[in-house]
Each structure stands twice: as C-alpha cells, then as structure tokens.
C-alpha cells in the first residue's frame, strides 16, 4: 500500500527546512539553540528553542491552509532592526502541481531539493551581517477571500493573520539578489532576496 503526499505538505516541509536554515546563516539567535540533522541527504540545521519552533510551526500551518486552496502567492521571511526591514526573503511559488506518477519515490524532487538548499548556503555567505538587534518575521502574499476565510475558521484563532501596512517594506531602492529556483515535476518555487542598499 502507498501513501499519498501531497505537494502542499512536501512544499511545507521544504519551507521548515529553509526557514531554519537561514536563521542559523543569518545569525540571529546563537548556535547552541539549532541542533544539526540530515534532510535530503545533506546537513541542516534546526532550532531547538520552543518559542521559535511555535511561531515557525504556527506560519506554516498558514502556508499550508493557503497552498492547499492554491490562494498562495509568496512567502517572505523578513530580518528587521527599528522597525524597518533590513533584508527579505521572498519565496515566490510559482506552481504546484500533482505528485508525478514517474518520480513515484521523491529521488528527483530530492536531488532538487539539496540543490536548493545548497545553492541558498553558497549566496548566504555573500551578505554583509545583520545587525545585533535584528528579530525575524514571517509573511505572507496571500488572496483576500484566503485570507479571510483563514481568519475566520476556529481552528486557527490563536494564531490570527493581519493584513500589513506596505510601509513598513523595504524601500524601492533595494538591491535583488537571486538564490535559485526549482522547477520540479511537482511544483516551482524561485528565491531571491531583497536588501535595503
């Protein structure tokens, strides 16, 4: 008997990973709160701090509500020091698709994947360093019908979503640096960032 993955729940797990990943490269908390683990046959690195853990878990219930009505548009994970955006990193999901009946193991989607993560390591190590002070957020670029029939479901009520005021992005003079982009049989997902020059 096979079980089923959705890509909705593959995506999510991806996010996991790179979420935790770049906090680690970014240095906003210390090294001893992330331990080191395998995923897609490579090293990564995971937080072990439980606050952390909650919120991050908490976003990608979001993200998974929203992709599985296809109502996601981009992801960003946001590093901000006085309340002004230093650096964005944008998860642009492009398309998502059904699992691909030739690829029945995930071996391609995971050789993908490691690409990915690895790519993102390699452009990580060419930004300047964020500032002591810097926090961390997660947003997301969803429809307004998605958005309210998230907020408006129970089952997500202590965890609510609120629309944000675009004047806290970064400004128009940002500089774009692109990471990569995976264009599976299941879904394609591009990742740049975006930092205040």
């Known amino acids: 008997m096979s079980v089923k993955i959705a890509p909705s729940d593959i995506l999510c797990e991806l996010i996991e990973v790179l979420i935790h990943n770049i906090l680690y490269a970014r240095k906003v908390y210390p090294d001893t709160i992330f331990s080191r683990r395998r995923k897609y046959g490579i090293p990564v690195f995971q937080c072990i701090q439980p606050d952390v853990n909650n919120y991050i878990n908490e976003a990608l219930k ?14 960003f994970l946001c590093f901000q020091s006085g309340g002004s955006v ?8 492009v398309d998502l698709k059904s699992i691909d009946e030739s ?22 190590i060419y930004l300047d360093n964020l500032v002591d002070d810097s926090t961390f957020c997660i947003r997301l670029q969803v429809t307004e019908y998605s958005n309210l029939e998230f907020n408006q479901n129970p089952k997500y009520e202590d965890f609510p979503w609120v629309k944000l005021n675009e ?17 599976s049989n299941m879904f394609k997902l591009q990742i740049y960032i975006e930092k205040s020059s």
């Open 167 to 183: 004047m806290y992005d970064i400004p128009d003079s940002s500089e774009i640096v692109p990471v990569h982009s995976l264009n």
């Open 62 to 75: 979001a993200v998974f509500f929203h992709t599985k009505k296809n109502q996601l548009k981009n992801i």
């Open 103 to 124: 690829d029945p193991l995930l071996v391609n989607l995971e050789e993908y994947m490691r690409d990915f993560i690895l790519r993102l390591h390699n452009t990580l």
């Open 86 to 93: 230093s650096e964005k990193y944008v998860f642009d999901v």
